[in-house]
């Protein structure tokens, strides 16, 4: 699928219940959502930029707070 910045699709029916997990792409800078082997999402991300590379690996989530604020990003 080809989407412009900001675009995303989403289709959850015929989805399993249960967790879910992310996958980015950053050579095409697309987000993959899926539940069970299920793809659900897919949206386009934004990742780094000169001197501030976006790392590579698994990572958790450790918290969810709607309005939060980062100490380290201008309050982004």
């Not at 993959?32 to 590379?53: C, F």
Request: net charge positive; charged share 20%.
């Amino acid at each position: 699928a080809t989407l412009l910045p900001g675009q995303y699709l989403w289709d959850e029916s015929d989805a399993p219940a249960g967790p879910g997990s992310i996958m980015v792409r950053i050579d095409r800078q697309l987000l993959y959502v899926w539940r069970g082997e299920r793809l659900i999402g897919l949206s386009t991300v934004s990742t780094g930029m000169r001197g501030k590379a976006t790392p590579m690996g698994e990572f958790r989530i450790l918290q969810k707070n709607v309005r939060h604020r980062s100490n380290i990003y201008s309050n982004a």
